[in-house]
């Protein structure tokens, strides 16, 4: 069972779609937290999000990403993703790899600060 705590929201200084996941992630939860980005992205015409992954936790075998990442490439679709993780971890590095095979523009960060420079700059 997932114990997750999602919130998202708007920057509109900066047309910036910010959200964070919290917790403990099943493979589906992460399908629907990038379902839940793309739907607030469309919402508010904005194709950058930055989403702070940094306290979540990967509650999936990593051999799940590949029956993950199709779904969630569908989603992030025409979009550029900055990803917090903190530090680098494995699952996320995978994660990273794997959506860039999918031909989405994402990169991953150590700290908030320098993922909304580079996601505002781009």
Same mark, same amino acid.
């Given at each position: 069972?997932?114990?997750?705590?999602?919130? @998202?929201?708007?920057?509109?200084?900066?047309?910036? @779609? !910010?959200?964070?996941?919290?917790?403990?992630?099943?493979?589906?939860?992460?399908?629907?937290?990038?379902?839940?980005?793309?739907?607030?992205?469309?919402?508010?015409?904005?194709?950058?999000?930055?989403?702070?992954?940094?306290?979540?936790?990967?509650?999936?075998?990593? @051999?799940?990403?590949?029956?993950?990442?199709?779904?969630?490439?569908?989603? !992030?679709?025409?979009?550029? @993703?900055?990803?917090?993780?903190?530090?680098?971890?494995?699952?996320?590095?995978?994660? !990273?790899?794997?959506?860039?095979?999918?031909?989405?523009?994402?990169?991953?960060?150590?700290?908030?600060?320098?993922?909304?420079?580079?996601?505002?700059?781009?």
């Amino acid at each position: 069972m997932s114990v997750l705590s999602t919130s @998202i929201t708007y920057d509109q200084t900066t047309s910036l @779609i !910010l959200m964070t996941v919290r917790g403990k992630a099943g493979a589906e939860d992460v399908v629907n937290a990038y379902k839940a980005a793309k739907a607030y992205s469309e919402q508010h015409g904005s194709k950058k999000v930055l989403i702070d992954v940094s306290e979540l936790e990967h509650k999936f075998a990593a @051999i799940d990403i590949v029956n993950v990442m199709p779904k969630v490439a569908h989603y !992030l679709t025409n979009m550029q @993703i900055a990803r917090v993780v903190g530090f680098e971890g494995y699952m996320h590095d995978l994660f !990273l790899q794997k959506v860039k095979r999918f031909g989405i523009h994402a990169e991953n960060f150590e700290c908030f600060k320098t993922a909304k420079e580079w996601l505002s700059n781009a």
